[in-house]
């Protein structure tokens, strides 16, 4: 089990639907992250949130729309996806957004676009 | 563009046997980080070194970073079958975010 709580686990969606992605994490933790992971390929960083403010947005189209309610709290709002957008989709914590802090992820949500 | 990089892509050993991954980088680093991603699973944090450290031990992982070279290497010694997974070296620093590199799929054999 991880301490990375990521849901769904499978999300099957089309082109013109809305959707969401939720993470929580329960560890203090004041840094939270979205990753990008196709398959066999290590993951991309997307966004960055400390202390509950958007910290790095690594030029990510605006159908994908991040939101952080709480320092619990992270979502990964989705909206007219391409069928390019379907990969797994990580989410991690950390104490701080430095680099010299392990990162604790969840099991990911596998996007499918339809 | 990436900044680790690692090598070998794939790697298949048998039970028991050691496997050893290298990670190259481009630019100066702050720390360097492995981790392992089971299929279908999260990413696991495995060690941390920091720019200023040259090898670190963590029951069976020895990592050693070598900052002239740019390079880091990650030891999995008495291989078992468990450990068959993919791993990844991740750096951050000189500006850059936290970027992972291609990663090594290992396969250990019983």
């Known amino acids: 089990d991880t301490e990375v709580t990521q849901t769904p686990k499978h999300l099957v969606m089309g082109m013109t639907n809305k959707k969401s992605l939720k993470c929580e994490q329960h560890?203090?933790?004041?840094?939270m992250y979205w990753y990008k992971q196709k398959a066999k390929k290590p993951p991309e960083l997307m966004f960055v949130?400390?202390?509950?403010?958007?910290?790095i947005n690594e030029s990510v189209p605006s159908r994908f729309s991040p939101e952080c309610p709480n320092s619990s709290l992270l979502n990964l709002h989705l909206h007219a996806l391409q069928p390019e957008d379907s990969a797994l989709y990580l989410c991690a914590s950390s104490q701080d957004n430095r680099g010299n802090q392990p990162q604790h992820f969840g099991d990911g949500t596998r996007l499918s676009i339809l | 563009s990436q900044q680790g990089e690692e090598d070998p892509q794939a790697l298949s050993i048998q039970e028991g046997e050691n496997a050893t991954m290298n990670c190259s980088y481009k630019t100066s680093i702050n720390n360097l980080q492995w981790y392992r991603q089971n299929s279908g699973r999260g990413l696991v944090h495995l060690i941390l070194?920091?720019?200023?450290?040259r090898e670190k031990h963590s029951g069976r992982l020895r990592v050693t970073l070598d900052t002239s070279k740019k390079s880091s290497s990650l030891l999995i010694t008495a291989s078992r079958a468990a450990d068959t997974a993919s791993y990844f070296c991740a750096t951050d620093g000189n500006g850059q975010n936290f970027v992972f590199g291609p990663g090594t799929r290992l396969s250990v054999l019983p």
């Open positions: 949130y400390s202390y509950e403010k958007l910290s």
């Open positions: 560890m203090g933790h004041r840094a």
């Open positions: 070194i920091r720019s200023n450290e």
